[in-house]
């Protein structure tokens, strides 16, 4: 099984990333994916969650409205669209599938929002 992350860098506040996430190794189409999220110092936090199907989102309040999950069934990836990007943003993304008692994690990549 691999969660390979990608996408991630230095970037300035008002900017965009996508995070894109590549996975192997297991039925990609029954898990539900999301993106978490752990800032220097804190807890690792949920950000954004789909359904294994794609049709049903949600968001932490604190990015709402500024990014969007979404997957592709076809290509085995689940993606991060992140606008309007906030200096307490910053953090390391991780990427996550979970389908009842199975959890995978990605290694990670680091979002960084400065000027």
């Known amino acids: 099984v691999q969660l390979v992350e990608s996408g991630g860098g230095l970037v300035q506040p008002g900017g965009s990333l996508r995070l894109s996430c590549a996975a192997s190794?297991?039925?990609?189409?029954?898990?539900?994916m999301s993106w978490y999220r752990q800032a220097p110092g804190k807890e690792r936090e949920l950000a954004a969650v789909?359904?294994?199907?794609?049709?049903?989102?949600a968001y932490a309040d604190s990015v709402k409205g500024r990014f969007t999950i979404s997957r592709d069934n076809a290509k085995n990836t689940v993606y991060l669209q992140m606008n309007s990007l906030k200096p307490e943003d910053t953090a390391v993304y991780y990427c996550?599938?979970?389908?009842?008692?199975?959890?995978?994690w990605g290694q990670g990549t680091q979002v960084t929002v400065s000027s």
């Open positions: 190794g297991f039925t990609f189409s029954s898990y539900v």
């Open positions: 996550n599938a979970r389908l009842t008692r199975r959890d995978y």
């Open positions: 789909i359904r294994s199907a794609g049709d049903s989102t």
